[in-house]
């Protein structure tokens, strides 16, 4: 699943939602409340088989000690939640927890500042702009298998490109994905290249909805770019800022490909975030651990959620303003 | 705007667009190269005596990956539509009674971290056998797509004029004839965003693929590249040919409907 997907907000159907105009007849209404329910039967369907009963196997998961034996026979034993008290307890998850808070704080901040600057500097239009603004979407179609693998071997200690350029101005190569030190960098500095793309187009699209007078009238009172950025600029990206921060915390806590592909968590454990943890658990190992991984993954549910209603709520004000 | 172009706007975009993308140019550059330039210190900037030896591995090994990847890529379009546009008829222009409950649903669902959904389906196709196979793949995929195509066709269809639905209703037109004859053929660009991201996720899924189908005998390609990397590590240019070859759908995509890309990346975010 890729880092940074788009969410489709359907605030339009909900904002103009006034009852049709005309007279109509009630039999009519409901007539067309059943023709109305068949279509979304297919939908609500499919969010009963493969949304909810899913997650409700997760968190039936994460209440039972299941192995493998006890997953194909169905005899786990409930042991309410001990799983959370594990998980907890474990050592492992005050590191998992901090290295999520770095990757996603470090990730997006990076992400959201060099797109801002992108935007800033393809909102006046050049000859090329819009083919090198779509260039920039190349890294964010890619595969994340792709653009992980290629990050390393151009990270790999011995024949990778980056340290053959550190050698050549007579520094240290560094071993960018086996050492401890350097391996949650290594896998922030791919997330942030995979995020920019995301960052630009949407923070570029808020760019257009500003009016061009302002800045014009900003120019004719003498307002210089630094003057008109803090003043215009800023401002009146807040609330498309707000957003895309958001979104970007959303699916940075959710990165798993990223982190597996590159370093699998390791060394040590120095690049392990929740998400990757429980990945690991469940499927990274030889032994799979199910419950334990399915109490992580349903923390991380909750924690995700937390940011979500934030982001709804956000928006709601936003529209209703 | 001011209509002057400014050249060095142009030449310092031509930088910074080089600099992005050159972890790409550098895959594409790595797959050329001769096994035994690989370990060469430094590397060379560009592809001296290159070889297609790597293509060559991909043609060899990888193509039931790709015929895979185009099958499970393909299948997850139809399904997503097939739920995706009838739903968003219901809630954008029949207005379902609870329609707004539905799309905060949805928009809880695009939040769910895929490993947890993985864990779930894992536990499901595990009774069912569903492991490992393509119908099951497909499935799991979609659910990546499926909140995010409701609620595009929704927010598109909304914006129909609903007076449309009442003529053709005049005409002796019921609602499915208004839904194949009219509202679909208007939809024709979310449609097209639709399954173009859809097609672009399920190529791309590595989490479904690297839990729901471990052992299968037709693996996607993005799998076949994870295992190429823990298989033989020396074969460098190999892997990044086949990275180069499982980037294709991207870079045409790209060529061929970059504004309906545009157009998914930006749905919602930003009011216009």
């Known amino acids: 699943m890729t880092t940074t997907q788009p969410t489709a907000s359907a605030l339009s159907p909900l904002r103009g939602a006034a009852p049709p105009p005309g007279p109509r007849r009630r039999p009519r209404v409901s007539a067309t409340q059943w023709t109305a329910l068949g279509f979304a039967a297919p939908l609500l369907a499919y969010l009963g088989f493969f949304y909810a009963y899913p997650l409700w196997r997760n968190i039936d998961l994460s209440l039972h000690d299941y192995n493998v034996r006890a997953f194909v026979q169905g005899d786990a034993e409930f042991v309410g939640f001990a799983n959370y008290a594990d998980v907890f307890a474990s050592p492992i998850f005050v590191t998992a927890l901090t290295n999520t808070v770095i990757f996603t704080l470090a990730s997006i901040a990076v992400q959201y500042t060099v797109g801002l600057a992108l935007a800033v500097f393809f909102r006046g239009s050049f000859r090329l702009s819009g083919t090198l603004r779509a260039m920039f979407l190349v890294p964010w179609l890619l595969p994340l298998i792709v653009s992980a693998s290629t990050w390393s071997w151009m990270m790999n200690s011995d024949n990778g490109l980056i340290n053959s350029v550190l050698r050549a101005f007579g520094g240290d190569g560094i071993n960018w994905l086996t050492s401890p030190d350097y391996s949650l960098t290594a896998v922030i500095i791919a997330n942030i290249w995979l995020g920019i793309p995301f960052n630009l187009v949407i923070l570029y699209a808020g760019l257009q909805n500003i009016p061009g007078d302002i800045y014009e009238a900003a120019s004719l009172d003498g307002a210089g770019p630094a003057r008109t950025f803090t003043s215009i600029t800023l401002p009146l990206l807040r609330p498309v800022s707000a957003i895309t921060l958001l979104l970007g915390l959303i699916y940075t806590l959710k990165v798993v490909d990223v982190i597996w592909i590159m370093t699998t968590g390791g060394p040590a454990n120095s690049s392990v975030t929740l998400a990757v943890w429980s990945y690991r658990e469940a499927f990274g190992t030889g032994r799979p651990d199910f419950s334990p991984a399915a109490a992580v993954g349903n923390l991380l549910i909750v924690i995700a959620l937390v940011f979500g209603f934030l982001h709804l709520r956000f928006q709601r004000r936003q529209d209703e303003s | 705007m001011i209509a002057k172009r400014p050249w060095w706007k142009t030449v310092l975009g031509l930088v910074f667009t080089a600099l992005m993308l050159f972890p790409v140019y550098w895959m594409v550059n790595v797959s050329l190269t001769q096994t035994s330039d690989l370990r060469r210190n430094p590397p060379h900037l560009f592809p001296v005596n290159l070889t297609l030896d790597g293509y060559e591995a991909v043609l060899q090994q990888q193509l039931p990956a ?11 379009v139809v399904l997503t539509v097939l739920i995706a546009a009838p739903a968003g008829y219901s809630l954008g222009l029949l207005r379902l009674r609870g329609r707004t409950t539905l799309t905060f649903l949805l928009l809880v669902a695009q939040m769910i971290p895929a490993v947890v959904m993985a864990m779930g389906f ?53 609602a499915w004839r208004a839904f194949t004859a009219i509202v679909l053929p208007l939809s024709r660009n979310s449609t097209i965003t639709v399954a173009l991201f859809a097609f672009l996720w399920a190529w791309s899924d590595f989490i479904f693929a690297s839990t729901l189908n471990r052992n299968g005998d037709l693996i996607p390609i993005t799998l076949g590249i994870f295992n190429y990397i823990g298989n033989n590590t020396t074969q460098w240019n190999a892997i990044m040919a086949t990275a180069v070859v499982a980037s294709v759908p991207a870079a045409v995509l790209l060529i061929l409907a970059q504004r309906y890309v545009a157009a998914g990346v930006t749905a919602g975010a930003v009011k216009d």
């Open chain 2, 122 to 174: 894992y536990a499901i196709y595990v009774r069912l056998g569903l492991l490992n196979t393509i119908p099951g793949l497909i499935v799991a995929n979609s659910t990546i797509a499926v909140p995010f195509a409701v609620l595009l066709y929704t927010a598109f269809m909304a914006g129909l004029p609903r007076e449309m639905l009442q003529a053709a209703r005049v005409d002796g037109a019921g």
């Open chain 2, 66 to 76: 790709l015929g895979t990847s185009l099958m499970i890529g393909f299948g997850c």
